[in-house]
Each structure stands twice: as C-alpha cells, then as structure tokens.
C-alpha cells in the first residue's frame, strides 16, 4: 500500500486552509490545526493550538515531522487589525515566526500564505521585485511575517495570493460569499467602483498549490486571476452566476468613502512569473464567475 506524505495545513478550519483540506486529502495525510472552529472532517486530523505559544507548535512538529508545511492561519480582517492590533501581530508575526523556526529545525519546506495588501495599491501591476509598502496594521504583520520567513530559512515559498473568492466548505468566509449572503437576504451592496484587484478562484488557488509541492521552486510567487476588476464588477457577477438583480449593487468609490482605516486603489498582481513557472493555467475572470 502506498504510503501518503505528512502535510500540516495550518488554519484548516478557515476558508483558504479548508479548501485546501479537502483538495490535498486524496493524496496527502492530513493533519490541520484551528483556534475556535472545531470541524473534524475525516479529511483530516484536527488539532486545536494557538500557533502564538512556540512550546505548543515545538510538541505538534515533534510528533507529526510533516514533510511540508502550509501556513495559512492568521487574523485576515484588516478593520479588526486597525481596531484591535495586538491579537492580530500575535498571531500573523509572532505565530508565523514559531511555525518558520520549527520548519528550519527540521529542514521542512514551508508554503506561507501572503498578501497583495503588502502593496499601498498606488500603482498596481505589482511584481515579486517591487518595494512593499503595507498602509494597514494587517499588511504590516504580513509583511514582517513574510521577513521573518526568509531570515529563517531558504527552504520556503512565500505566496501572496490576491482576493480569493468562491464558497467556503467549513469556516470562514470570502467577498463573493458575503456579497451573496446579502443578495440572499435582499440587501442592497455597497461596493467600490474604483477599488482594483486581480481576483483569483479558490478552486484556481487550490490547483496551483497542488502543483507548488511537487516542483522544486522557493522563493515568493504572485498568484492572482489573470484579469483586473473592481467590487463592482465581481458584485455583478455574483449577480448574476445566482440571478440576483444588479439593481441591489450600489456603487461607491474610495474617495467618497467614510471607512476609518485606509482604502488602496490598486492591488493588482503581475502574474508573469507564475504563468511562466506553473503547467496550471490562470483563471481569467469570466472562467472565475462562472465558478462562483
Ligand atoms: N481570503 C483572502 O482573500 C486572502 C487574500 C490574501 C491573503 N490571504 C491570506 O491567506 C491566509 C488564509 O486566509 P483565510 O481567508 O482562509 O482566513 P480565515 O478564513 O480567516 O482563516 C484563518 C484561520 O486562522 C486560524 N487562526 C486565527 N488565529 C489563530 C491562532 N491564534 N492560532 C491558531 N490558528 C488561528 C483560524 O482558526 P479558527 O477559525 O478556528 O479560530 C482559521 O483557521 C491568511 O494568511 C491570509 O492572510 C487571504
């Protein structure tokens, strides 16, 4: 019988770690960590620890030695950072450095999940090359997250994905969910019609990391939809993939907006580097909100 490889997916019980889960489970042994969702799919082993207590994530390597790592769990809201930043450092920073010290100890690859937030969104277009320059407490711990990877180790892939949309399996949640949730209800939506990213499918991203752990490349990969669109265009297609009216989307722009922390314009993602690395195509956007 074949034996499958040791993977630990940080943060299966969230939305981008528990796509992850169920996509990897065929081939991989699982085991997965969550802090206040407990799920308990047989897809995997489930493990409650909060990856900010380095004695806690020091015992979880020294039983499982995984042969990689998927670093996914962190606090991803940005108000919740800008109102309350310490929880979120804690585990973003502190929780990221315990697993990169515990994968070089043991010479075990690291896949760790990143931002395009990293960016201030004035230019767009970025490329791995390009000087981050974070405008919110939640871009800044991603950023230290992401040096702290690399002081510890070479044996890493730092990935920073764009806005991953699609349908949560467990917890968490998505843009396109919470876009769906109020036109479920009758809601109207206020989205921005000047805001930009490169939106990317969780089915997309799933295929993709699938690919990241068979091939030898490290470093930091930029992973995105192939296309730009603002809120406006990824509310409409929510629209219409569930035939909702369009008539529920009001359009408002960052200028005019009254939000507390601040708005980037553009966080779109070059992709050239990972469409030349990778065999999986890039979703473009009409193949993205057909899988809404
Ligand atoms: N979703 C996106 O559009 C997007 C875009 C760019 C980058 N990212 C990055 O992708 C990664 C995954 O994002 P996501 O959307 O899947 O986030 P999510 O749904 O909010 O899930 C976060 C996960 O982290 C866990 N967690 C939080 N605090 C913890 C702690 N102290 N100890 C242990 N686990 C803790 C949560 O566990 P519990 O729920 O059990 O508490 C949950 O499993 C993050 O690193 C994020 O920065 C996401």
């Known amino acids: ?40 799919d047989p897809a995997a082993q489930w493990i409650k620890i909060d990856l900010s207590r380095r004695s806690e994530v020091v015992t979880l390597f020294e039983t499982l030695n995984p042969a990689w790592v998927i670093h996914t769990a962190a606090l991803a809201t940005v108000a919740r950072g800008e109102k309350d930043p310490q929880p979120m450092s804690q585990i973003n920073i502190e929780g990221a450095g315990n697993i990169a010290k515990c994968c070089t ?58 806005l991953c949309l699609g349908s949560p399996i467990w917890g968490g949640s998505s843009f396109s969910q919470w876009v ?66 369009e008539k529920l989307i009001h359009p408002v722009t960052i200028t005019d907006s009254l939000s507390p922390y601040p708005l980037q314009k553009d966080l779109s993602l070059n992709v050239s580097k990972a469409k030349n690395l990778l065999k999986t195509s890039l979703w473009n956007f009409s193949t993205l909100a057909k899988n809404l």
Not at 7 to 36: D, N
Not at 128 to 148: M, N, Q, S, V
Not at 190 to 217: A, G, K, M, S, W
């Open 180 to 245: 769906l949730e109020n036109m479920r209800k009758n809601q109207p939506v206020h989205l921005y019609v000047d805001q930009f990213r490169t939106p990317l499918h969780i089915i997309n991203l799933c295929q993709v990391v699938e690919e990241l752990l068979t091939i030898p490349f490290r470093g930091i990969l930029h992973l995105a939809g192939t296309e730009k669109a603002n809120r406006v265009q990824i509310g409409q297609a929510v629209a219409q993939q569930y035939h909702f009216s």
């Open 1 to 40: 019988m074949l034996i499958k490889p040791q993977l630990l997916i940080t943060g299966g019980s969230g939305f981008i770690g528990g796509h992850l889960v169920k996509h990897l489970s065929s081939q991989y042994t699982i085991t997965t960590t969550y802090w206040s969702h407990s799920f308990q």
């Open 105 to 162: 100890q043991r010479a075990t690859p690291l896949l760790h999940f990143s931002t395009d937030m990293v960016f201030d969104g004035k230019e767009g277009n970025y490329s791995e090359t390009d000087p981050p320059f974070p405008i919110t407490h939640y871009g800044r711990t991603k950023l230290e997250a992401e040096k702290i990877v690399k002081h510890y180790s070479d044996n890493f892939i730092i990935l920073r994905i764009a």
